[in-house]
């Protein structure tokens, strides 16, 4: 069985500040772990994927997260945050192998707010 | 490359009706599946298909129906639908470790 857990549901940030997005996962194999981000009315997009290769991961739009086995967290970060990036992000998990690609485990979810 | 599509983009039932919600890709992708998403609970596996003629239940399958006729289509039907029913549906494709949604399905049952 997997998990996720996003930890807070809203996050407000300023226009320039540093953006950290919490997710803890859990997961009796070796994860394969995601962030998407979802823009109001529109569908999923891929930010990034850790997929064991490295445990640093940087995605589009300046976002990097950091995998860290110790602490079974993927959490995301921006260094400076930008308005467009006012969205919904989502944390997944999937388990290595099988028929298991088909399948992701979200977390619930966490609304970015970027004020001017 | 239309990617993953989905039919229609909006759609509102009245309880008890049955509806079928349409998902085509045309990447030649084997594993398909189908979420809900609903406000603080992310989104939850409904069903999934790991080729033609093969199909199982996910999270949250109850009140659903699906089948996997060709690689290109997995639709999905509501037998009944119910007002828990209510939510945005995606589908995805999957190829390796990555998952390609479609733009989804706002569904009201009133």
């Known amino acids: 069985a997997q998990s996720v857990t996003q930890l807070g549901s809203h996050v407000s940030v300023s226009e320039g500040a540093l953006v950290l997005l919490r997710c803890n996962y859990s997961s009796s194999v070796p994860p394969y772990l995601f962030w998407y981000v979802q823009y109001p009315n529109q569908g999923l997009q891929l930010l990034l994927k850790y997929t064991s290769a490295a445990t640093l991961v940087k995605g589009i739009n300046g976002f990097e997260a950091e995998f860290k086995k110790s602490e079974t967290s993927f959490h995301l970060t921006k260094p400076s945050a930008h308005m467009s990036d006012a969205a919904e992000y989502f944390c997944?998990?999937?388990?290595?192998?099988?028929?298991?690609?088909?399948?992701?485990?979200f977390g619930q979810g966490t609304i970015l707010t970027v004020h001017p | 490359n239309a990617g993953v599509t989905q039919t229609p983009k909006f759609q509102v039932l009245k309880t008890g009706q049955s509806m079928t919600l349409q998902c085509a890709q045309d990447m030649n992708h084997e594993y398909m599946s189908w979420y809900r998403q609903d406000p603080g609970m992310g989104l939850r596996l409904i069903h999934y298909?790991?080729?033609?003629?093969?199909?199982d239940q996910g999270e949250v399958p109850n009140g659903y129906n699906v089948s996997r006729s060709t690689t290109e289509d997995f639709p999905l039907r509501l037998l009944s639908a119910a007002p828990s029913q209510t939510s945005v549906y995606f589908c995805a494709s999957t190829f390796g470790i990555e998952q390609y949604f479609g733009p989804g399905t706002r569904l009201t049952v009133t």
């Open positions: 298909s790991v080729g033609a003629g093969i199909t």
């Open positions: 997944a998990v999937s388990n290595a192998g099988g028929t298991s690609y088909g399948k992701l485990t």
